[in-house]
Nanobody, 125 residues
Framework: QVQLVESGGGSVQAGGSLRLSCAASGSTHPSIYMGWFRQAPGKEREGVAAIYTGARFTHYADSVKGRFTISQDNAKNTVYLQMDSLNREDTAMYYC??????????????????WGQGTQVTVSV
C-alpha cells in the first residue's frame, strides 16, 4: 500500500506562485509513476503533470506547460509541483496519485490506484 500526503495548497492572487508537495510512503518499487490531478467544482478530474521516478520522465497537460514544473526528491520520497503564473482557471482541488508501474497514459486518472486526500488551490483575480 502506498500512502500519499499532499501539502502546500492555499490562496494566491493571479500571477502568483505556489508549490505543492506529495510525500509518498509504503512503496517497495524502485520506480513509480506519480501524478498531479485537479478537479474544479462541476468538472472532471484532469491530469496536470506526472513523473516516472526511475527515469524522471515528465509529462504535462497543455494547459500548464511552461507554467508548472514537476520534480522529485528521492531522499525525501517527495514529488513537488511548482506552479507559476497562476490564473483563475487553475483554481481546483489538487490530488497526488501514484501507481507502482510504468503506464502509457500518465495523465489519465484510470492509470493510478493510489490517491492522496487533496489540497485546495484558490487563485483570485
Amino acid at each position: 500500500q502506498v500512502q500519499l500526503v499532499e501539502s502546500g495548497g492555499g490562496s494566491v492572487q493571479a500571477g502568483g506562485s505556489l508549490r505543492l508537495s506529495c510525500a509518498a510512503s509504503g512503496s517497495t518499487h524502485p520506480s513509480i509513476y506519480m501524478g498531479w490531478f485537479r478537479q474544479a467544482p462541476g468538472k472532471e478530474r484532469e491530469g496536470v503533470a506526472a513523473i516516472y521516478t526511475g527515469a524522471r520522465f515528465t509529462h504535462y497537460a497543455d494547459s500548464v506547460k511552461g507554467r508548472f514544473t514537476i520534480s522529485q526528491d528521492n531522499a525525501k520520497n517527495t514529488v513537488y509541483l511548482q506552479m507559476d503564473s497562476l490564473n483563475r482557471e487553475d483554481t481546483a482541488m489538487y490530488y497526488c496519485a501514484a501507481v507502482e508501474r510504468f503506464v502509457l497514459r500518465p495523465l489519465v486518472r484510470e492509470s493510478y490506484n493510489y490517491w492522496g486526500q487533496g489540497t485546495q488551490v484558490t487563485v483570485s483575480v
